[in-house]
C-alpha cells in the first residue's frame, strides 16, 4: 500500500523577519534589506521558502535527534553530499543528486588501465525526496514595516541599517512517503538509481533485503527489485523528522527578532493516496484579509470526501492560547459517526507523539 503522512501547520509569528530576499530596491535607505514575500489578488503574503524550512528540520534532527549529516563536498560550480541513503538518514529522508565517476579496479585493488588510462565507470545517483513540503506563506495578508537601527558604538557618524519586520499566522504543508522511507532502487532509469551496485552490496551485507517493487518491471515483464532497510531504521527515521517537529528553530534575524517556529496547531493523518486534503482549511477574511480563521467546516468536508484514504486516525493538535475560539468545534470532530474517520484532538506534541505510535503499527 502506497502510505504518505500528510502533515499540515500553522504558526503563530510576531515582530520577525523570518526568511529574507537581500537590498531592499524600494526603501529609502542604503543599507536596507527585504524579507520574502509573494502577491496574490494585489496582496502581499510574506512566507519562508521550502529550502529554508528544510534547512531548519535537517538543523533539528542533527542537533535534538542525533542524525550525522551527510558530508558535503564542492567542485567548481557543483556540491553535493555523500549519496549515501544507507549511513545517512539525511539522504534517505531528502534526497540527493550526484554526478560521478570511479575509476575501476581489478580484483587487487589495482586501477584498471587501457591506452595507459585509467577506466572509469559512472556512478551518478539521484533520489527524489521522500520528504516533500510546501512553502511557509502567512494565511492572511501581512504589511511588512521598516525597522530603523543603527550602529553607533564606534566613533564617528553612526551607521544606519534598516530590516522589514513582520507579524502573521503562516501555513504549511508537507508530505512524507512511508513507503519510499529506508527503500531504495539502483535500476538504471533517471531518478531511480538511487544505489551504486557497491552500496547496494554493502546494503545487503548489513542486514537489508531486497523486496518487488510494486510498480516497475525489467523488459521481460519481471518485476523490479528494491532494496529495504531493517523495520526497526525506517521507523526511526520516519519517526524522528516527524517529531523534530515539536523542536524545529530557525530563521533570519533571531539575534534581536527571535521566534518561535514550532507548530502551534498541527493536523497529521495517513493516507493510501499522495493527494494532500488539508491546504485549505485555513484562510483570511476582512477587507484587508488580514484576519485569519480555522474552516472547521472545511475539515469536516475532507474529512468525508476522503474518508476512503485515510489509514487510521486522524490527529489534530492545537496549543492552548492559539485559536482558542474553536477549542469546542474541534473537539466536535471526534464524534462525527458514520461515514468519517476517527478524529483524535490534543495538544501539539501530544498529537505528534500518538500520531507515531499510530505509524509504528501502519509500517511494515
Given at each position: 500500500?502506497?502510505?504518505?503522512?500528510?502533515?499540515?501547520?500553522?504558526?503563530?509569528?510576531d515582530v520577525v523577519a523570518l526568511n529574507n530576499a537581500g537590498k531592499n530596491n524600494k526603501?529609502?535607505?542604503?543599507?536596507?534589506?527585504?524579507?520574502?514575500?509573494?502577491?496574490?489578488?494585489?496582496?502581499?503574503?510574506?512566507?519562508?521558502?521550502?529550502?529554508?524550512?528544510?534547512?531548519?528540520?535537517?538543523?533539528?534532527?542533527?542537533?535534538?535527534?542525533?542524525?550525522?549529516?551527510?558530508?558535503?563536498?564542492?567542485?567548481?560550480?557543483?556540491?553535493?553530499?555523500?549519496?549515501?541513503?544507507?549511513?545517512?538518514?539525511?539522504?534517505?529522508?531528502?534526497?540527493?543528486?550526484?554526478?560521478?565517476?570511479?575509476?575501476?579496479?581489478?580484483?587487487?585493488?589495482?586501477?584498471?588501465?587501457?591506452?595507459?588510462?585509467?577506466?572509469?565507470?559512472?556512478?551518478?545517483?539521484?533520489?527524489?525526496?521522500?520528504?516533500?513540503?510546501?512553502?511557509?506563506?502567512?494565511?492572511?495578508?501581512?504589511?511588512?514595516?521598516?525597522?530603523?537601527?543603527?550602529?553607533?558604538?564606534?566613533?564617528?557618524?553612526?551607521?544606519?541599517?534598516?530590516?522589514?519586520?513582520?507579524?502573521?499566522?503562516?501555513?504549511?504543508?508537507?508530505?512524507?512517503?512511508?513507503?519510499?522511507?529506508?527503500?531504495?532502487?539502483?535500476?538504471?532509469?533517471?531518478?531511480?538509481?538511487?544505489?551504486?551496485?557497491?552500496?547496494?552490496?554493502?546494503?545487503?551485507?548489513?542486514?537489508?533485503?531486497?523486496?518487488?517493487?510494486?510498480?516497475?518491471?525489467?523488459?521481460?515483464?519481471?518485476?523490479?527489485?528494491?532494496?529495504?532497510?531493517?523495520?526497526?531504521?525506517?521507523?526511526?527515521?520516519?519517526?524522528?523528522?516527524?517529531?523534530?517537529?515539536?523542536?524545529?528553530?530557525?530563521?533570519?534575524?533571531?539575534?534581536?527578532?527571535?521566534?518561535?517556529?514550532?507548530?502551534?496547531?498541527?493536523?497529521?493523518?495517513?493516507?493510501?493516496?499522495?493527494?494532500?486534503?488539508?491546504?485549505?482549511?485555513?484562510?483570511?477574511?476582512?477587507?484587508?484579509?488580514?484576519?485569519?480563521?480555522?474552516?472547521?467546516?472545511?475539515?469536516?468536508?475532507?474529512?468525508?470526501?476522503?474518508?476512503?484514504?485515510?489509514?487510521?486516525?486522524?490527529?489534530?493538535?492545537?496549543?492552548?492560547?492559539?485559536?482558542?475560539?474553536?477549542?469546542?468545534?474541534?473537539?466536535?470532530?471526534?464524534?462525527?459517526?458514520?461515514?468519517?474517520?476517527?478524529?483524535?484532538?490534543?495538544?501539539?506534541?501530544?498529537?505528534?507523539?500518538?500520531?507515531?505510535?499510530?505509524?509504528?503499527?501502519?509500517?511494515?
Amino acid at each position: 500500500m502506497n502510505l504518505k503522512t500528510q502533515g499540515f501547520i500553522l504558526l503563530d509569528v510576531d515582530v520577525v523577519a523570518l526568511n529574507n530576499a537581500g537590498k531592499n530596491n524600494k526603501s529609502n535607505f542604503d543599507n536596507a534589506v527585504a524579507t520574502k514575500k509573494v502577491y496574490k489578488n494585489g496582496r502581499a503574503y510574506t512566507y519562508v521558502s521550502g529550502q529554508a524550512w528544510r534547512y531548519w528540520w535537517r538543523e533539528a534532527l542533527q542537533k535534538n535527534h542525533g542524525w550525522e549529516l551527510s558530508p558535503v563536498t564542492r567542485e567548481s560550480k557543483i556540491a553535493f553530499t555523500a549519496a549515501n541513503p544507507v549511513k545517512y538518514a539525511d539522504d534517505d529522508i531528502f534526497g540527493y543528486m550526484k554526478a560521478a565517476k570511479d575509476v575501476i579496479v581489478d580484483e587487487n585493488g589495482n586501477p584498471v588501465l587501457k591506452n595507459g588510462r585509467e577506466q572509469t565507470e559512472n556512478v551518478t545517483v539521484t533520489r527524489v525526496s521522500p520528504l516533500k513540503n510546501s512553502v511557509i506563506v502567512s494565511v492572511g495578508s501581512t504589511q511588512p514595516v521598516e525597522n530603523w537601527s543603527s550602529m553607533a558604538r564606534q566613533e564617528g557618524d553612526s551607521v544606519p541599517y534598516v530590516k522589514e519586520e513582520y507579524s502573521a499566522i503562516m501555513k504549511g504543508m508537507f508530505s512524507l512517503d512511508l513507503e519510499q522511507a529506508g527503500t531504495f532502487s539502483n535500476y538504471n532509469k533517471t531518478g531511480f538509481k538511487n544505489l551504486t551496485e557497491k552500496l547496494k552490496e554493502e546494503a545487503l551485507k548489513n542486514g537489508a533485503s531486497e523486496i518487488e517493487d510494486s510498480y516497475v518491471k525489467d523488459s521481460k515483464g519481471n518485476r523490479q527489485k528494491l532494496v529495504r532497510l531493517q523495520p526497526e531504521i525506517r521507523v526511526k527515521r520516519i519517526e524522528d523528522t516527524i517529531k523534530a517537529l515539536k523542536s524545529i528553530s530557525g530563521g533570519a534575524m533571531q539575534t534581536n527578532n527571535m521566534g518561535d517556529v514550532t507548530p502551534k496547531f498541527i493536523v497529521l493523518a495517513t493516507t493510501n493516496t499522495g493527494n494532500h486534503p488539508f491546504s485549505h482549511i485555513a484562510s483570511s477574511e476582512g477587507m484587508n484579509s488580514e484576519k485569519v480563521y480555522l474552516n472547521v467546516n472545511g475539515i469536516k468536508e475532507v474529512l468525508r470526501d476522503y474518508n476512503d484514504q485515510f489509514v487510521g486516525i486522524v490527529f489534530i493538535g492545537r496549543r492552548s492560547g492559539f485559536l482558542d475560539e474553536y477549542s469546542d468545534e474541534l473537539r466536535a470532530l471526534e464524534s462525527l459517526g458514520d461515514g468519517y474517520p476517527a478524529v483524535k484532538i490534543g495538544s501539539v506534541n501530544e498529537t505528534i507523539d500518538n500520531y507515531c505510535e499510530q505509524l509504528k503499527s501502519q509500517l511494515k
